[in-house]
């Protein structure tokens, strides 16, 4: 990867307990409501959060035009670098017990590398929310092999009528059992429910962040 400054938003708080590195979807930077929501109910749970935007999103805000998100390879790297700059960080941080994810995209690229000998060393689990298992309408496009080749374990948080991946869908998939998944009812692809099921989003979404603690602390404990 070339020699570029990833912007990155630090959420820290005081006696944390666990670390997350939350990487963005394919359309919303790091500055998005949703990221700010989730980071926001992360803190409040003692955890510190680093958010940070994939080069062609920096692209997008610097010149104003909607580039579209860069291949595979450069994402890895990215978020790659991000983990190795948090672990060699020479602070108390560096120390607590690392996590990775992110929304859609940034989730896939998070469940992407942690299938990597040096990287799964250095984490302890992955969450995605809202997990792009395949392209809107081409559900025959699976995504899978991050889930199947993972070597931690995964955390889904994903709307049961998920467009790129409903409950009826992922039910008949072959995955690691290394992944859970967590349905959110009526929810679609950002977990948001329609008025008439009875849910709101920010419900959906502290249901969510509530099940990612929970994740986080089991899997401290046994790491």
Known sequence: MENIIISKIENT??????????????GADMHHEFMEKVSVLLNKANINVVRFNFPYMDKRIALGKRYPPDRMPKLIDCYKR???????????????PLFIGGKSMGSRVAATI???????????????IGYPF?????????????????QRTVLILQGDRDTLGSQVE???????????????????????????SGYTHQQHIETAVNAIVTFIKEESAND
Do not use: W
């Open 114 to 128: 942690a299938a990597d000998d040096d990287i799964a060393m250095l984490i302890q689990g992955v969450f995605c």
């Open 82 to 96: 991000v983990i190795d700059d948090f672990s060699v960080a020479d602070s108390q941080q560096a120390m607590l």
């Open 170 to 196: 992922i039910e008949q998939y072959e995955v690691s059992p290394l992944c859970h998944t967590i349905f959110l009812p009526d929810g679609d692809h950002s977990l948001k429910p329609r008025v008439k």
């Open 13 to 26: 708080v005081d006696n944390p307990i666990a670390q997350i590195i939350f990487a963005h979807g394919a």
């Open 134 to 150: 395949h392209p809107t309408k081409k559900p025959e496009k699976l995504r899978l092999e991050p889930l199947q080749n993972t």
